[in-house]
């Protein structure tokens, strides 16, 4: 749980993000992506969003916007909302912090959105000062770890079915990495949600 559901001390820590939005009264998902766009996977979810009659939120990494320029653009045209997820997929953590800073500025010289997501959800609290006085920075309220390769599609499945609640924003992956899990569980979790009720928003940009 400490990965799919991030503990309310480690939301804490990080009090401008936004985890999750509840509106009262009304049953709202928000569908995000992280780590595209890429010709593999990105434009198999974006179908498969169409079918649905869904618009998610896609945090994409500069560098592959820069390798496939057609794929940011055809996000734009279908009206999915979008955000910064560095250039180089850095962990701040790991970043000093003029360069993790300077990653972010490269990828919104190509992505241009208010919205930033830390790769892994990981970054220092003096990094995180700078950013919220640029961007909206979004986090997550279900991480349902479809990259992971101890984890079945199922069971992906299951940590939505078990995490999910109003105002939750998802985490999926757009990546190779995830698609063995991703292709098998997203439409499965779709399906689900709907099932509970559940409407589908974007995140605002």
């Known amino acids: 749980m400490l990965i799919e559901q991030p503990p309310l001390l480690y939301r804490l820590l990080f009090p401008e993000a936004a985890w999750r939005i509840n509106k009262r009264g009304r049953k709202i998902v928000y569908l995000t992506f992280d780590d595209g766009p890429i010709p593999e996977t990105t434009p198999w979810v974006l179908d498969l969003l169409d079918r649905e009659g869904i618009k998610a939120t896609f945090f994409m990494v500069g560098d592959n916007v820069k390798r496939n320029p ?20 850095r962990q701040g953590f790991k970043t000093r912090s003029k360069t993790y800073l300077r990653d972010i500025l490269e990828a919104d010289d190509l992505i241009e959105s208010s919205l930033f997501r830390p790769p892994h959800g990981l970054m220092r609290w003096g990094q995180a000062y700078v950013i919220k006085k640029h961007y909206n920075i979004v986090m997550y309220d279900l991480v349902t770890r479809d990259y992971s390769k101890k984890l079945t599609p199922e069971q992906v499945l299951q940590n939505v079915k078990r995490y999910a609640r109003p105002g939750s924003i998802i985490v999926f992956h757009d990546s190779l990495k995830a698609w063995p899990n991703m292709h098998k569980a997203l439409p499965e979790a779709i399906r689900w949600l709907k099932s509970q009720g559940y409407e589908f928003c974007p995140l605002e940009m």
């Open 70 to 89: 057609e794929l940011f653009e055809e996000i734009k045209r279908r009206g999915h909302s979008y955000g910064n997820h560095t250039m180089h997929h």
